[in-house]
T-cell receptor, first 114, second 115 residues
Framework: DQQVKQNSPSLSVQEGRISILNCDYT??????FLWYKKYPAEGPTFLIS?????DKNEDGRFTVFLNKSAKHLSLHIVPSQPGDSAVYFC?????????????FGTGTSLTVIP | GAVVSQHPSRVICKSGTSVKIECRSL??????MFWYRQFPKQSLMLMAT?????????EQGVEKDKFLINHASLTLSTLTVTSAHPEDSSFYIC???????????FGNGTRLTVT
């Protein structure tokens, strides 16, 4: 049962425009969400996170929005750059304590066109 | 769908002993597997990348002699924590992909407690 879903396997955006990557979850007990970025032949690296007590977290060009009522989160990249081309995974867990299981989406491949 | 099986899910060991964690891709051949560690109150941190038949590539700060990774087949990678100490107690998770741009699948993780 896929508790975290990324329904768009791929996305193409022009350089300088906004990239919006979406993620939906089914478990209302999730209270911490993360985004990871992965380049080919490399492991995912942590990008940005958000706690369920917030609805927005911003870090430079990256902003994550959380809509708890819709069980939806999104990652906004503004402005998009060619170096942002990668696969982005969202993840969720219940409580940021060691040992709690991470649930990952299947990823969205972003291509930023120069 | 594709499944990655990680075993054991929990292990408790005494200080000084070694612990082996297995990561198996059940219905696909994983050319690359990744190992992560979760520190308390933090997100997952990539430890190393392993490609079948070659030596693992470790991230900066990860001791390769302490965390031995073997990726001997296209369906199995193992992480051995050698001479474990209480500070090695953590949550370890693996992921696997068939090809460079194919979907990445995650195991359920292993909670290691060293007493």
């Amino acid at each position: 049962d896929q508790q975290v879903k990324q329904n768009s396997p791929s996305l193409s955006v022009q350089e300088g425009r906004i990239s919006i990557l979406n993620c939906d979850y089914t478990n209302s007990m999730f209270d911490y969400f993360l985004w990871y970025k992965k380049y080919p032949a490399e492991g995912p690296t942590f990008l940005i996170s958000i706690s369920s007590i917030k609805d927005k977290n911003e870090d430079g060009r990256f902003t994550v929005f959380l809509n708890k009522s819709a069980k939806h989160l999104s990652l906004h990249i503004v402005p998009s750059q060619p170096g942002d081309s990668a696969v982005y995974f969202c993840a969720a867990l219940q409580g940021l304590d060691t040992g709690n299981q991470f649930y990952f989406g299947t990823g969205t491949s972003l291509t930023v066109i120069p | 769908g594709a499944v990655v099986s990680q075993h054991p899910s929990r292990v408790i060991c005494k200080s000084g002993t070694s612990v082996k964690i297995e990561c198996r891709s059940l219905d696909f051949q994983a050319t690359t597997m990744f190992w992560y560690r979760q520190f308390p109150k933090q997100s997952l941190m990539l430890m190393a990348t392993s490609n079948e038949g070659s030596k693992a590539t470790y991230e900066q700060g990860v001791e390769k002699d302490k965390f031995l990774i073997n990726h001997a087949s296209l369906t199995l990678s193992t992480l051995t924590v050698t001479s474990a100490h209480p500070e090695d107690s953590s949550f370890y998770i693996c992921s696997a992909e068939a090809l460079a741009n194919s979907p990445l699948h995650f195991g359920n993780g292993t909670r290691l407690t060293v007493t």
